[in-house]
């Protein structure tokens, strides 16, 4: 019997691309979906401390489900460091102005507070349309939540 702990070498991973529509999805089950797979944690060889995880690309941000509740509840601050410099707006409002940061920071909030996380939230990509860049990579269609990924 070994004791060993297994580690990938950056030879074994490989980083693969999936999209995934968000017309009509709820924010946070979508989100928790993506962060595993930026994570790597739907790998057999997911390493807490290496960057396993694959790519995500989401595709109709604008048309995520939301309830109307959390439409004009929640609510994004920030302040500049500035005397008056606090400013806030409501999920509805970004919702509207800017679809694809809705999805983005629902899903930062989910991965961890390290360079690590930074890493990851940088292999996804958000478009509030149908159309994306990212043809030349041949993303496969996200499984579903029950599904098996290898």
């Given at each position: 019997?070994t004791?060993?702990?297994?580690?990938?070498?950056i030879?074994?991973?490989?980083?693969?691309w999936?999209?995934?529509?968000?017309?009509?999805?709820?924010?946070g089950?979508?989100?928790?979906?993506?962060?595993r797979?930026?994570?790597?944690?739907?790998?057999?060889?997911?390493?807490?401390?290496?960057?396993t995880?694959?790519h995500?690309?989401?595709?109709?941000?604008?048309?995520?489900s939301?309830?109307?509740?959390?439409?004009?509840?929640?609510?994004?601050?920030?302040?500049?460091?500035?005397?008056?410099?606090?400013?806030?707006?409501?999920?509805?409002?970004?919702?509207?102005?800017?679809p694809?940061?809705?999805?983005?920071?629902?899903?930062?909030?989910?991965?961890?507070?390290?360079?690590?996380?930074?890493?990851?939230?940088?292999?996804l990509?958000?478009?509030?349309?149908?159309?994306?860049?990212h043809e030349?990579?041949?993303?496969?269609?996200?499984?579903?939540?029950?599904?098996?990924?290898?």
């Open positions: 019997m004791t060993k702990t297994y580690s990938p070498s030879t074994e991973i490989e980083h693969r999936f999209v995934v529509d968000a017309d009509g999805q709820t924010l089950r979508l989100a928790s979906r993506i962060a797979v930026l994570a790597g944690k739907h790998k057999p060889g997911y390493a807490t401390h290496m960057d995880g694959d995500v690309i989401v595709l109709n941000a604008s048309r995520v939301v309830t109307r509740d959390k439409r004009e509840t929640k609510v994004y601050a920030r302040h500049s460091g500035y005397p008056g410099g606090f400013r806030e707006e409501t999920l509805g409002d970004l919702l509207v102005r800017r694809e940061e809705v999805v983005r920071r629902a899903v930062k909030g989910m991965l961890p507070r390290t360079r690590l996380g930074a890493q990851q939230l940088r292999k990509k958000v478009y509030a349309g149908s159309d994306h860049p030349a990579q041949r993303p496969e269609p996200l499984p579903t939540p029950g599904a098996t990924m290898r």
